[in-house]
């Protein structure tokens, strides 16, 4: 059985206006029900992490734009493919033609275990080096957000390792050797003052959207670092512009290529355009330089298969083990953040090792935290006991340090599955040190720009309720 096709639209005029919810800039109404399509089954409400569609069983449902988070769930689980997505398929393919432009693919992890879906191949198939080629074919560069998660893992961790020598060895900086010879030097910890643990994690849009929305007094507990794509999209635009492609900053088009519809409303967020800043503040650009974005677009796995399909290209062409090239290369750490506990794991990493001195493999087999996988459970609760070096011994009056981690495996109906972790949180009886947050079930693998198998996913994970409702 083939994919479903997803109807999609163009942004319409004053999408970007603001209002309720929406700053000046942020996009509106990403996801939405056709109404003409819509038979008032009930499951895209009965699934609904924010509580944010009305209608009543047997009646057109309607999303309530300022409630909704924008995780797409509802759209990959109509079973009548009523919700539709804005799309930026036009808009790429005239960038693609236009050729004073570098336009810049990012591609997320989940992406390539998915797309191949859209050609015809079963769930689960690894499209890594064609879709490299299929892109580099159609006119991208390449830019691996993987190699970016592998920054944000690096920089979240670190923060995290801040937090846990302020908190709780009782440091004002911490200086500590790491691989190879390396010093990893903190200074000034104190400024984690107002930042109290659990850290959250900080790289699903959707799940920020909804601590901003419904637990704003959660904030000051998510980590401040961007997502791999608002970190990918920056570095291209400098780094990447000035070294090593050698084009002009002002017309390098950045795309991210993502399983997520809420990634499009996070490149739209104000906030993010770090490389118009810095190239400006730096003299690469003249001061008057109008704002640009970090991310000029974003494309959902299922727009990319259309972006192929429209070129003539097929992705299962293409041969897939070639060399990596620029921009190609990443670590194992940064390709689980397509799945749920996979952010946790790759910064549990780096947290063992430097406590310990030790690589994680001296008690975890192959850096594996196993502990924190499970796609089949709402939440999942570890304890990781970590030697320490023998400074961090007196520090806290035990040889061994138990890392207490927490990772939500989807936000669940109506946040079902993040309520309960959120409330000890703010009311200061968490017993967690790190929280991972996924909107979707099981993570991006299963987000809501990934292919529709009429079948779904989500609502027949164990999770989750089975909602179907036909209408008789
Ligand atoms: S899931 Fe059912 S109620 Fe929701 S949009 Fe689709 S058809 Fe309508
Ligand atoms: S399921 Fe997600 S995208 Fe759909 S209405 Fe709810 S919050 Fe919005
Ligand atoms: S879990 Fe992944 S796909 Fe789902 S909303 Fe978050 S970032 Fe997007």
């Not at 398929?89 to 960038?95: C, G, L, N």
């Not at 000034?188 to 959707?206: G, I, V």
């Not at 996988?373 to 970590?386: D, E």
């Amino acid at each position: 059985m083939g994919v479903m096709k997803i109807r999609t639209f163009k942004e319409p005029p004053g999408a970007r206006a603001g209002g309720g919810t929406y700053r000046p800039g942020e996009l509106k109404g990403i996801v939405q029900i056709n109404p003409k399509h819509c038979v008032g089954c009930d499951t895209c409400r009965r699934l609904c992490s924010a509580g944010a569609i009305e209608g009543e069983f047997g009646v057109t449902h309607r999303i309530n734009l300022d409630k909704c988070i924008i995780c797409g769930q509802c759209l990959v689980n109509c079973p009548f493919g009523a919700i539709e997505q804005m799309s930026f398929v036009d808009e790429v393919m005239q960038k693609l033609k236009d050729k004073d432009t570098l336009v810049v693919a990012i591609i997320a992890p989940a992406v390539r275990v998915a797309i191949a879906e859209e050609f015809g191949k079963p769930p689960g198939t690894l499209t890594v080096g064609r879709l490299y080629r299929a892109l580099n074919k159609a006119g991208f560069v390449i830019y691996e957000n993987n190699y970016a998660a592998d920054q944000t893992i690096m920089e979240e961790a670190t923060e995290l390792l801040g937090k846990i020598a302020y908190w709780i060895l009782g440091l004002k900086k911490l200086e500590v050797e790491i691989w190879g010879n390396r010093k990893l030097k903190l200074d000034n910890l104190e400024r984690f003052k107002d930042e109290p643990l659990p850290q959250f994690t900080s790289c699903c849009p959707a799940w920020v959207r909804y601590a901003e929305l419904y637990y704003p007094a959660v904030l000051p507990h998510i980590s401040s670092c961007d997502s791999p794509m608002q970190m990918a999209g920056p570095t291209a635009k400098t780094y990447g512009a000035l070294k090593v492609w050698k084009h002009d900053p002002r017309k390098v088009y950045t795309v991210g290529i993502m399983p997520c519809t809420a990634k499009i409303f996070e490149a739209s967020r104000p906030e993010f355009c770090h490389a118009w800043k810095w190239l400006r503040e730096h003299g690469y650009i003249p001061e008057d330089t109008p704002k640009f974005p970090d991310i000029d677009a974003v494309l959902t796995t299922r727009d990319l298969a259309e972006l192929f399909r429209r070129l003539g290209i097929n992705l299962m062409e293409f041969e897939e083990s070639e060399k990596p090239k620029d921009f190609e290369w990443y670590s194992g750490g940064g390709t689980i953040f397509g799945t749920s506990g996979g952010v946790m794991e790759a910064a549990m990493r780096f947290v063992y090792h430097v406590l310990s001195g030790q690589d994680p493999s001296a008690c975890s087999p192959k850096w594996n935290f196993k502990q924190v996988r499970g796609y089949t459970h709402p939440v999942v609760k570890a304890t990781v006991p970590i030697p320490l070096r023998p400074e961090f011994r007196k520090l806290v009056g035990s040889d061994v340090f138990e890392l207490k981690v927490c990772v939500v495996n989807g936000i669940g109906t109506d946040g079902s599955h993040i309520k309960p972790i959120i409330e000890d949180v703010v009311a200061g009886r968490s017993e967690f040190h790190f929280i991972e947050v996924m909107t979707c079930p099981g993570g991006c693998l299963d987000g809501g720009g990934q292919p529709v198998n009429p079948m779904g996913t989500s609502w027949i994970d164990p999770v989750l309720p089975l909602p179907l409702n036909i209408p008789p």
